[in-house]
């Protein structure tokens, strides 16, 4: 039987209270009833993501895959149907699935992730090749991001009325222009819906494959405001902060083969969701205090400087 790790389980509890209590203790019996079922025996220690365990493993024809085991949450219902429609373009090779139990055996890729190149430009173009092949017709039944684009206006609405911030309105309103304009006639093509850097792992069957996608239907240029959130922190240093910024964004582009300004347009409606996130909820790396005013200005400042028109 497996051991659960301390911080995922730490983690779980701290997130879903009870409900994710009880899924722990139910977790080992769930693996060791998953193993059995796909002739899997364990082959490492047990790592985790933020909602879900990965136990390396071996089949009997001595395939390595990996078990991964999900906490029962909408928004990894359609992980599976994402890897199936893929059938490993770009992505990990789904083997097995139980839907019942968000379980999949997957291919086993490396443990090295994309974040870890050091190469900014590398990163920014390899993520676009990487959306680029994932850029595949969506199977029926897939969430369609079009479907969130009221939801996505009454939120930056209402954040902008609610909230003390330092945006000017232009830069509000522009996101809010994004939804109207973008949001509500995406194209029924599949998107990760999170790709960013840690999501890509190098693998052996191709250099890089993706893993951990939302699954949903929408426009291709979308997880380019995806990537480039998740590497704001990364143009603290410029010197050109606004060349930097317009500059990831075309990397991205050309390598994704998107238009240009839909990257843009998409990548500056995240900053500025991202400005008020940071407000509401704090950031992953600050909660609060000093720290957390520094991100939120920065924040801010990006969602102005992708605004402009280079």
Known sequence: MIGVPESFARSTVGREGEPGAAWLAELPGIVDALLE?????????VMHGGVGIIVPVRRRDEEAAVLKVSFPHPGNVYE?????????????????RDDERFA??????????LAEVEDGDEVLAVAGRINRRLAVPAPPGLPRMRERADVWEEELRKDAGE??????RRVTAAAVATVRELGRTQPDTLVHGDLHPG??????REPWLAVDPKGYAGDPAYDGGTLLKSRALTFLEAGDLRKAVHRAVEIFAEAAEV?????LRWAQFHAVRAAF????????????????????????????LLTERP
């Open 80 to 96: 599976p149907d994402a890897f199936a429609a893929w059938g490993g373009r770009g992505a990990v090779l789904l083997r097995e």
């Open 199 to 204: 999501n890509i792992l190098r693998a052996d």
């Open 37 to 45: 079922r796909w002739q899997c025996v364990p082959d490492g220690e």
């Open 104 to 113: 999949m055996l997957l291919e086993r890729a490396r443990t090295s992730t």
């Open 277 to 304: 996130w940071g407000r509401r909820h704090g950031f992953r790396v600050a909660r609060d205090g000093p720290r957390l005013d520094r991100l939120t200005a920065f924040a801010d400042r990006l969602a102005e």
């Open 259 to 263: 238009d240009r300004e839909r990257a």
């Open 163 to 168: 909230l003390p911030h330092t945006l000017p």
